[in-house]
């Protein structure tokens, strides 16, 4: 972090809540959707390193419809997952945020009000899908998309949030559109599965790489435009390391970083470290709460507002510079 000054607030005494989903949290830094949440050791732990929330891993439409006969559970399979899911709402005291991932309507529905009835407080709907049809117009996609989330929408009276990846033409108006449906929250952005080749054996090599601070720029971008534009709550999700990183997404106008590689890397004591941080920017620069700062870099906010759009990038050009010169 940068240079602290004199503190004006003993650290602890700054203000991190916030309000996600309608859950009142402790502070922002909620560990996302990954294999930690599957074991309930790795939950406590978690939640022994001040956790608000957690986002549970996702349940994948193959896992519901696979083999019906299999008897072993594990926290993947639907049975599984929804007594795991139990299990942990026992166990912790912190909001569970159940995640799934469907392909089918049947698949989306079937297992949503199972999820709520499970006790999750909230749910995330991972809408991972990349289309490979070389007849479904981005039109269709995005109108499935919508039908799928309006029915699992009606279907349980919990928060839910829709995460989704970066390549939709109009991230604004399908943001717009998710509001109307009553989509409690965004989540900017998934990433992609990216494998790549091995020259050597010429098999494709399974994507296992981890995130870095680089890639919070993009969620930033579009955070900072949908803040105060959309009645929702707004997650980041995608290169959350640091507290500075937490910082710029709260400025952004994020209600909630989520941290997945970090955590991963670093283990759950990094929550401490990065929520020490960002207190201490916090009360360095004067601030005794982070609703100070959400938003205040946001386009609605923001006279300067064009920086973040093409004009920002025209005077760029103008000047000599580009991005990465
Ligand atoms: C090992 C691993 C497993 C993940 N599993 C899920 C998952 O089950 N559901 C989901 O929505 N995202 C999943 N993700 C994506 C993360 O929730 C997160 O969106 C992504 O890693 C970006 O955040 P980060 O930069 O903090 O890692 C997973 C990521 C990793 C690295």
């Known amino acids: 972090m940068g240079e602290c000054g004199a503190s004006r607030h003993p650290v602890g005494v700054v203000d991190l809540s916030?309000?996600?989903?309608?859950?009142?949290?402790?502070?922002?830094?909620?560990p996302g959707a990954c294999p930690l949440s599957s074991e309930l050791d790795s939950v406590l732990r978690l939640e022994d390193a001040g956790a608000p929330a957690i986002v549970m891993h996702s349940l994948f439409e193959e896992q519901i419809t696979a083999d019906p006969l299999r008897t072993e559970r594990s926290p993947?399979?639907?049975v599984g997952y929804l007594e795991h899911l139990n299990r942990v709402k026992e166990?912790?005291?912190?909001?569970?945020?159940a995640s799934l991932n469907g392909t089918t309507d049947d698949g989306w529905t079937s297992f949503a009000s199972l999820v709520e009835q499970a006790g999750a407080d909230a749910l995330e709907?991972?809408?991972y899908h990349l289309s490979t049809n070389l007849w479904t117009s981005g039109a269709t996609l995005e109108a499935y998309t919508l039908d799928t989330v309006r029915a699992v929408r009606s279907l349980v009276s919990i928060p839910v949030a829709v995460k989704i990846f970066?390549?939709?033409s109009s991230i604004p108006s399908l943001a717009r559109q998710f509001e109307e449906i009553g989509v409690n929250g965004l989540v900017l952005f998934n990433r992609s599965y990216q494998p790549d080749i091995n020259l050597e054996t010429l098999e494709v090599k399974p994507d296992q790489r981890l995130s870095n601070s680089t890639e919070l720029l993009s969620r930033l971008y579009w955070i900072a435009m949908l803040s105060g534009r959309v009645d929702m709550s707004l997650a980041v999700t995608g290169g959350v390391h640091t507290g500075e990183d937490a910082l710029k997404a709260i400025l952004a106008g994020a209600d909630v970083a989520q941290m997945v590689?970090?955590?991963l890397q670093n283990g759950p004591g990094h929550l401490k470290v990065v929520r020490q941080e960002m207190e201490q920017w916090l009360d360095a620069h004067g601030h005794s709460s982070l609703a100070e700062?959400?938003?205040?870099?946001?386009?609605?906010?923001?006279?300067d507002g064009r920086a973040f759009t093409r004009a920002g990038f025209l005077e760029l050009l103008q000047r000599g510079?580009?991005?990465g010169s």
């Open 18 to 30: 916030t309000s996600y989903l309608g859950l009142k949290l402790a502070h922002p830094l909620v």
């Open 261 to 263: 590689s970090a955590l």
């Open 321 to 323: 510079a580009g991005p």
């Open 166 to 168: 970066p390549y939709f």
């Open 91 to 97: 166990s912790v005291h912190i909001p569970v945020i």
């Open 125 to 127: 709907l991972n809408l």
């Open 76 to 78: 993947t399979d639907p």
């Open 293 to 303: 700062i959400r938003g205040s870099m946001s386009l609605e906010k923001r006279e």
